[in-house]
């Protein structure tokens, strides 16, 4: 089953911050692996974060949601800021 993509508004900002060869690796993540099977690729995140999921792609992680056939892209960044800033897209 192949699933919708929809990207948050503030994505192209997000990318804006990324080096070209990590921004391929991601577009290829989430067209090959996130679109295709999310479930099996991607990882449900906790606490506060319940109900999202993580893609990793190297040092950087994809947050997004699953509706049903729907992903919504909420936030791509690093793994070490990620977490906290994703708050301000929920």
Request: proline content about 4%.
């Amino acid at each position: 089953m192949a699933y919708n993509i929809f990207y948050h508004y503030d994505i192209p900002k997000d990318l804006s911050k990324i080096p070209g060869n990590i921004k391929k690796r991601i577009r290829k993540a989430i067209e090959q692996r996130l679109s295709e099977e999310p479930l099996k690729y991607g990882e449900p995140l906790k606490r506060s974060l319940h109900g999202y999921w993580k893609l990793r792609v190297g040092d950087f992680r994809v947050i997004f949601k699953i509706e049903k056939e729907n992903i919504v892209i909420l936030k791509i960044g690093h793994r070490h800021d990620i977490y906290s800033k994703v708050d301000s897209r929920l």
